[in-house]
C-alpha cells in the first residue's frame, strides 16, 4: 500500500553532506533492522524508494549495508515479537515504520537506536521527550504538522459544501483515540458532524460502514491504519454500495478509489529517513537528532472516482492539486 523539498531539508540542516558522513564512517559492512507492519512483498512505493534515498549517501544494500526486514503480515500483535527478533540480531539500529511499530521496539531496548518513519504525535504517544531533544534512543520523522487536522478538513469541505456527516472508522489503535477529540474539534469547526465507528476484526468493516450510511453519512474518511489498508478493499466495496465518498491519506488508497488524499510529500520523508539512519550510522545519536515533521504535502484528486460519483471537482481546487488521476 500507498501508506505513504531536498532544498528544504537542506536549510533545516537535516541533510549533511555525504561526503563529510562518509568520512566519519567506520570501515566494513553495516546491519541494520526494518520492522513494517505490513506482509512482506506488500511493501508500498514509500518502502520500494527507501534504498535510492539511502544510495545517496553511500549506503548500498548488498555492498556496505545488510537491512534485516521483518513484517508482520498485518498482525500488530507481532510486532513485540518481531521486535525482539531484531534486538536479538545485533542490529545496530532499528526503523521502525509507524508509531505501533516504534513503540513496541522503544518497549524491547532502551539502548539500540531507533528511528520511526511517519509516526503520528511523537510526543503525544510518549516516543520522544519533545520534537526537538528527543532525549531518548529515538528519533525520526512524524507526518504531523501544525492545522494539519484543519486543512484536511477545509479541503474536504472545498469538494463536498454539502457533506456535513462524515463518518471516520477507528481501530484499536491507541493513536486514533488520541486523534479522535482533534479529528472531532475541526469537523464541528467547519459545521460538520463526524460519526465515529471501531473495528478490530475484518468482519466488523463492511458492516461498519453499513451502519455508518444508515446514520447518515455523506463521506467517510479512512485514516493512515495498517489495519485500514488491509481491509480497504472491503470498505471501498460497501462504500459504492452506498455511494459514499472515500477521503484517504495515502496515494496508493487514492489510486485504488478513493477521491481526494491530502499528507505529506512521501518523497520528502523518505530522504529524511535516509539522512538520519545515515546520521546514527555515522555516529550520531538520536537524542541529538531532531524529529522531523512534513515540510511539503500533496493535495491529489482521483478525477475517474469523482466521475463514478457525480462529483463536480470545483476549479479552484483542480488548480490547487498537486496531482490529478484520471
Known amino acids: ?3 505513504r523539498s531536498f532544498i528544504a531539508a537542506v536549510s533545516t540542516g537535516l541533510i549533511s553532506s555525504p561526503l563529510v558522513s562518509r568520512a566519519q564512517r567506520p570501515a566494513g559492512v553495516r546491519r541494520i533492522g526494518w520492522l513494517f507492519d505490513d506482509a512482506a512483498g506488500a511493501e508500498d512505493e514509500i518502502s520500494k524508494a527507501y534504498p535510492d534515498h539511502l544510495r545517496t549517501f553511500g549506503w548500498i544494500e548488498g555492498k556496505n549495508l545488510i537491512v534485516e526486514r521483518r513484517y508482520t503480515g498485518g498482525r500488530t500483535d507481532r510486532l513485540k515479537a518481531l521486535s525482539e527478533e531484531l534486538v536479538g540480531l545485533k542490529v545496530e539500529l532499528i526503523v521502525a515504520e509507524g508509531t505501533l511499530a516504534g513503540l513496541a521496539v522503544k518497549s524491547t531496548t532502551s ?3 531507533i528511528v520511526v518513519a511517519r509516526s503520528a504525535d511523537p510526543v503525544l504517544t510518549g516516543l520522544v521527550a519533545s520534537l ?3 532525549g531518548t534512543n529515538v528519533t525520526g520523522t512524524s507526518t504531523m504538522a501544525p492545522d494539519l487536522y484543519r486543512k484536511r478538513v477545509q479541503l474536504l469541505r472545498d469538494l ?5 456527516r462524515i463518518g471516520l472508522l477507528l481501530t ?3 493513536i486514533h483515540r ?5 479529528y472531532e474539534q475541526a469537523h464541528r469547526e467547519h459545521g460538520m458532524q463526524p460519526i465515529f465507528i471501531e473495528v478490530s476484526q475484518p468482519e466488523q468493516v463492511e458492516p461498519a460502514v453499513d451502519e455508518l450510511a444508515r446514520q447518515g453519512a455523506q463521506a467517510l474518511r479512512v485514516g493512515p491504519d495498517p489495519f485500514l489498508f488491509a481491509n480497504f478493499q472491503s470498505i471501498l466495496k460497501a462504500s459504492r454500495r452506498h455511494s459514499l465518498p472515500l477521503i484517504v491519506e495515502e496515494r496508493s488508497l487514492l489510486e485504488a478509489g478513493g477521491l481526494m488524499s491530502y499528507g505529506p510529500d512521501d518523497a520528502d520523508l523518505n530522504r529524511q529517513v535516509a539522512s538520519i539512519i545515515d546520521k546514527i550510522l555515522g555516529g550520531t545519536k538520536p537524542a541529538d537528532i531532531p524529529v522531523r515533521q512534513p515540510t511539503k504535502f500533496e493535495l491529489l484528486i482521483n478525477l ?3 466521475r463514478a460519483f457525480g462529483i463536480t471537482v470545483p476549479p479552484a481546487l483542480l488548480q490547487r492539486a498537486d496531482g490529478l488521476i484520471q
Not at 463536498?160 to 456535513?164: F, K, M, S
Not at 488520541?178 to 482533534?182: G, I, S, T
Open 1 to 3: 500500500m500507498n501508506r
Open 111 to 113: 539502548t539500540l537506536p
Open 132 to 134: 526537538a531533544s528527543p
Open 160 to 164: 463536498l459544501p454539502a457533506a456535513r
Open 172 to 174: 484499536v489503535n491507541p
Open 178 to 182: 488520541l486523534e479522535r477529540n482533534a
Open 304 to 306: 475517474k472516482t469523482a
